[in-house]
């Protein structure tokens, strides 16, 4: 059984800095970070696979201002977040994939689990 928990996030003014932090326990094959906010779907932010490598991915509004990475046991994913916008505002979700066959990174279907989620507010 796979868990996820995620803790780090608060509120910051536009153009600083955050650090999200996921505890995983269980086999993953991938994992990721997605964001949601009221009213809106699910939006995948960055993904890197488990056992390491090239294999990262980020959403095109992230990209030069997000890095995802994960500590050398595995046990922990982490996404720093530099130069956050408004926009960025959102609950921020973990979420581990078990199987890689086929389909976009970013499906949120393709995600068996998820952690609880940590709110991250960003203001002007």
């Known amino acids: 059984q796979v868990q996820l928990v995620e803790s780090g996030g608060g509120s910051v003014q536009a153009g600083g800095s955050l650090r999200l932090s996921c505890a995983v326990s269980g086999y993953t094959y991938r994992r990721a970070w997605f964001r949601q906010t009221p009213g809106t779907e699910r939006e995948g932010v960055a993904t890197?696979?488990?056992?390491?490598?090239?294999?990262?991915y980020y959403g095109d509004s992230v990209k030069g201002r997000f890095t995802i990475s994960q500590d050398n046991a595995k046990t922990m994913v982490f996404l720093q977040m530099n130069n956050l916008k408004p926009e960025d505002t959102g609950m921020y979700y973990c979420a581990a994939m078990l199987l890689g066959y086929g389909g976009r990174w970013d499906d949120v279907q393709r995600y068996a689990y998820w952690g609880q989620g940590t709110q991250v507010t960003v203001s002007s």
């Open positions: 890197i696979l488990t056992a390491g490598g090239n294999s990262v």
